[in-house]
């Protein structure tokens, strides 16, 4: 369950990592760069789920929507990687406003997930947006240090309106995501 990245800040967040991946060289082509159509800052992630519970999991996206003021403003701007830069597993771009409402929408979401019966999510909210996976990759501590370096003057903005619902499809090159519900918030 995420927010959605506006069309046009994806376009201009996929010229920043263009620009990144081009000063890696050969080796930028083993990081797992995030496709640009797919950008989402994601509020829960719950893995594998058995079919019978996805229309819950859209109720309970129903809820959380329902129960914020209504759209809001987020900024991206900055950089860094989890869980260090010296060997980063992931890069990703840091919300420089928005995040207070980020949470509250996360937070709002966890309460109708356990309501339905799903466990709380045990990890701190921490919003971003993941743009590369670099678990193993030898250019990854390169690659988030060109990154921070290009997104140190970043500042995008686009309307947080709405949650979805994606299904993961993971493998065989990067992940892609289909929406299965979209709900508008407020």
Known sequence: MAVPIAATVAARVGALVAEVREGLGAEGGRVR???????????????????DRVAGVGDAVAVA??????PFEVRLGSAGAFPDAGR??????????????LGRLSASLTSALTA???????????????IARTDGVHAGAEAGQRLVAAAAELDL????????L??????????????LRSVALG
Do not use: C, K, N
């Open 33 to 51: 760069w995030v496709q640009m159509e797919g950008l989402h800052v994601t509020l829960r992630f719950l893995g594998p789920t058995a079919p």
């Open 65 to 70: 929507a329902g129960a914020v003021g209504g």
């Open 88 to 101: 980063p597993r992931a890069l990703w771009l840091g919300i420089r406003a928005g995040a207070e409402e």
């Open 116 to 130: 339905a019966g799903w466990p709380p999510d045990e990890r701190p909210f921490r919003p971003h947006l993941t």
């Open 157 to 164: 903005a686009f309307e947080a309106d709405r949650i979805v």
């Open 166 to 179: 994606f299904r993961s499809h993971l493998g065989h090159g990067p992940a892609r995501y289909e929406a």
